[in-house]
């Protein structure tokens, strides 16, 4: 004889299935923020701005760059490199160092 509530142990499990995917739904709603889930992270184009920098030289590689880097250090220039892309990489420093070390990078020959 089959008795209606022989069911019975579903009734648990699945009213839990139903509140956790009723919870994932909420925080879903709740955390996508305007516009969903895709708009929460802007992507910007790269930046363009040196800020306080000028560049001095552009090379394919960057161990040239690098080079370049290690004889402005070597004559008390800071300097950092921007990798603008793939085979890009720019050497940039301060503007009141920039004319000391374009002569240096005029005479550096890892160009």
Do not use: C, N
């Amino acid at each position: 004889m089959a008795v209606a509530g022989s069911l019975h142990w579903l009734v648990g499990p699945g009213l839990i299935l139903v509140v956790l995917v009723l919870i994932g739904l909420f925080m879903r709603w709740a955390f996508s923020g305007p516009g969903g889930p895709e708009k929460r992270l802007p992507t910007r184009p790269p930046s363009t701005d040196d800020g306080l920098l000028t560049q001095i030289a552009a090379y394919s590689r960057r161990e040239s760059a690098l080079a370049l880097r290690a004889v402005l250090s070597d004559a008390g220039i800071r300097s950092t490199i921007r990798l603008a892309g793939p085979h890009r990489a720019e050497v940039l420093v301060f503007p009141e160092d920039a004319d000391r070390a374009r002569v240096l990078a005029a005479s550096f020959p890892g160009a």
